[in-house]
């Protein structure tokens, strides 16, 4: 029977790998990300399934390699966690999952979006301390009659551009490559037109390594309007955090959102009990409710992780069946 050994199985996701396994998989199922300390729980294993902040590296790679795993898959859009140079070398299959339900991280980035603009976290962490004054801080503008800049108009950000327009709002976009669906509900500008003119800007553009790290940096910053906030809930490598704090701090932007944090490996899963050891983190919290942070739950649905294991269980019957999935990710 074909063994696959899955990490960073919350609780919760335990019943949906067991009720999904159409394929009867025999499934070890790890609560932890995979790391340089826990890679021996692969051994025995044909095959292992990430997901974002497990250790995919050379180092686990070729342990995996010894004990011969041939296919290292991830049920994650993204696949930056593992050493494609590695897999190659060692000739191994990677696959991720290409996409899974929009809504999940589209009704999140509206969500911190509305907070930020609506000024609800200040108003609840008010009224949760006691203090049921009415304060000027709280004065905003309505959603429906403003206008939402989206960064990256794929399938999520397209999806929130629906829902968004769906209410009435004024709905800005930039992507060089806009598909059909997005012309729907997206007026096309360019991206210094969308920062120039919009309340609320979310980012969704994916993350290519050395072409757009920090795109989210002080000039970006400087072109937004002043009571203007910003979502990003796509990758942490796109934002300068020191540039977003001080824009924060210098009153250059009114808010800042994500799902996604700097040095995530070193923060997620982690309860620091109000301790934070990262800098950049502490820093961050430190100007709540100007800054909302959540730990990248954008994909935590039950939809989402329904698609996610889905479309993992079916690259793993394709590869058995022919070689190749549909989802295969090219090797450097």
Not at 22 to 47: C, F, I, P, R, W
Not at 269 to 294: A, M, S, W
Request: proline share 3%; charged share 20%; aromatic share 10%.
């Amino acid at each position: 029977m074909f063994k696959i050994v899955a990490y960073g199985v919350r609780e919760n996701e335990v019943d949906y790998f067991k009720k999904l396994n159409k394929y009867n998989y025999d499934l070890q199922l790890e609560s932890d990300m995979l790391t340089h300390d826990n890679v021996e729980t692969a051994k025995g294993a044909d095959a292992v399934l990430l997901r974002a902040n497990c250790v995919g590296d050379e180092t686990n790679l070729a342990k995996f390699h010894e004990w011969g795993i041939k296919y290292v898959f991830t049920r994650t859009v993204g696949y930056n966690h593992i050493d494609l140079k590695a897999a190659k070398k060692y000739d191994m299959k990677v696959a991720r999952v290409p996409a899974y339900s929009p809504y999940a991280v589209a009704e999140l980035a509206m969500t911190l979006g509305m907070m930020l603009f609506r000024h609800t976290a200040l108003a609840t962490s008010l009224t949760n301390k006691g203090d049921f004054s009415v304060s000027t801080a709280t004065f905003s503008g309505e959603v429906h009659s403003s206008t939402v800049g989206i960064i990256g108009t794929g399938r999520i950000g397209a999806t929130e551009a629906q829902l968004y327009h769906g209410m009435g709002t004024n709905v800005l976009g930039y992507d060089p490559y806009p598909s059909d669906f997005a012309k729907q509900y997206v007026k096309f500008v360019s991206q210094d037109e969308l920062l120039a003119q919009s309340d609320i800007v979310s980012i969704h553009v994916p993350y290519f390594p050395g072409q757009n790290d920090n795109l989210i940096d002080a000039t970006f910053l400087s072109k937004m309007k002043k009571n203007a906030v910003l979502v990003n809930t796509a990758r942490s490598q796109l934002a300068d955090y020191p540039a977003v704090i001080k824009a924060i701090k210098d009153g250059q932007i009114a808010g800042f959102a994500s799902d996604v944090l700097p040095d995530e490996e070193e923060v997620l899963g982690h309860n620091f009990n109000g301790n934070i050891t990262n800098d950049l983190t502490r820093q961050l919290t430190e100007l709540y409710p100007k800054v909302l942070l959540t730990p990248h739950i954008g994909s935590y649905t039950s939809p989402a992780l329904t698609d996610m294991i889905n479309v993992s269980y079916e690259n793993f019957h394709q590869v058995l069946e022919t070689g190749h999935t549909d989802n295969d990710v090219k090797l450097d």
